[in-house]
């Protein structure tokens, strides 16, 4: 960009802003679809019974966790609470239990008959590698002698369980669409999802994004924000959110092949710093919390993402089941490292494994092999 064009576009940086502030004010009023959409997308769905699995609540179950964590291999060190010092144990005894069913006990040798030779990728942020490694120790738990290689490159990283022919990747994007390195810096770009080729050709695709959209600062991995032509400093992080998430659903309905590919979103991974959320004002982090809330009830509500999440969904055309852990996990307090990891730092926004992601693992189980 030359110095004549440079200066056009900073002359013009407020002229966007103003464009903006009036489409991102019209987008932020956008209430939900119609109940003709929400049912519609109801439909569209796959229905893995006459029973909603994310409705219930957690039970005390000293048959699990499903594993043990020491012996899996795969656990990196923020997630592994027992390995750095976890002293209570009782949030590894804890199932699901919804309220008009029963969700079926994850079953790793039934999970890799039933997808030999397909691959499943992981989409997302540090949430879908916590998913991601629950899944792999769920397996190799199933079967410990099993032959396994791993593989990594760029931003993907793979192990396969060869005896069946089943692959288990996960993709590194914070975003969803894309951050490019241009001339005035990084730019977020909202309308643009090149990494699409990569994942189209998987059997299963687990997507996730949420975590980073509200980052500021140093932990911000972008300098701007564009769509279309406009370009801007910053934006409204929830219409931000609406917009990449947009760009995402018509890639889905213009790049995947329904035939072929299964699409699950993962819903919004909750964090606990604020006690107020659980009845407990004052509190400012998950360290001392050792058991779930009792009861369906998430006092804090709902989050405004997941509503944009479920209302963005209702547009896509072809089939995407909504994976959605977000209130079950919410009740799940408890499920964090807090400081048991290998940063001793305060963790309340990623999951303890064994824990929490292992139920997410079982609800997916029940989503693509019924």
């Excluded at 006459?50 to 048959?63: A, K, L, P, T």
């Excluded at 199932?95 to 969700?103: E, F, H, K, V």
Aim: net charge neutral; charged share 25%.
């Amino acid at each position: 960009m030359d110095s004549g064009t440079r200066r056009s576009s900073c002359f013009l940086f407020p002229i966007f802003i103003v464009a903006f502030s009036c489409l991102c004010s019209a987008t932020s009023s956008k209430t939900l679809q119609t109940s003709t959409d929400k049912k519609n997308w109801e439909r569209k769905k796959w229905q893995t019974s006459d029973c909603n699995r994310y409705e219930g609540s957690w039970v005390q179950d000293d048959s699990y966790p499903l594993y043990d964590s020491s012996a899996c291999p795969f656990i990196r060190k923020e997630f592994d609470c027992l390995k750095y010092g976890r002293p209570d144990h009782l949030y590894l005894q804890y199932r699901w239990q919804p309220s008009a069913c029963n969700l079926p006990r994850f079953d790793g040798k039934d999970f890799l008959e039933k997808m030999k030779g397909k691959k499943i990728m992981f989409i997302g942020d540090s949430v879908s590698l916590n998913h991601y490694e629950s899944l792999l120790c769920l397996l190799h738990s199933a079967d410990p002698d099993a032959r396994v290689t791993t593989q990594s490159s760029n931003s993907t990283s793979t192990v396969t369980f060869q005896d069946h022919g089943v692959s288990i990747s996960v993709f590194e994007t914070h975003y969803l669409v894309d951050i490019e390195e241009e001339q005035i810096g990084r730019v977020l770009k909202l309308d643009s999802i090149k990494d699409g080729n990569t994942w189209k050709d998987f059997d299963v695709l687990v997507f996730n994004t949420w975590l980073w959209w509200y980052r500021r600062g140093p932990k911000q991995p972008w300098d701007y924000v564009q769509q279309g032509r406009f370009i801007l400093k910053d934006m409204d992080r929830m219409v931000a959110f609406r917009k990449g998430l947009t760009t995402w659903a018509k890639w889905v309905d213009s790049d995947v092949d329904a035939s072929k590919t299964k699409v699950i979103f993962q819903g919004i991974s909750p964090f606990h710093y604020h006690g107020e959320e659980w009845g407990k004002p004052g509190v400012m982090n998950c360290g001392m919390e050792t058991e779930p809330v009792s009861g369906s009830t998430y006092t804090g509500g709902s989050p405004l993402a997941l509503q944009v999440l479920e209302e963005v969904l209702s547009t896509v055309k072809k089939p995407v089941h909504l994976l959605n852990i977000t209130t079950l996990s919410q009740l799940r307090k408890d499920g964090h490292p807090s400081s048991y990891n290998g940063f001793k730092g305060m963790d309340c926004t990623h999951w303890c494994v064994a824990g929490v992601p292992d139920t997410w693992n079982e609800l997916l189980y029940s989503a693509i092999t019924s």
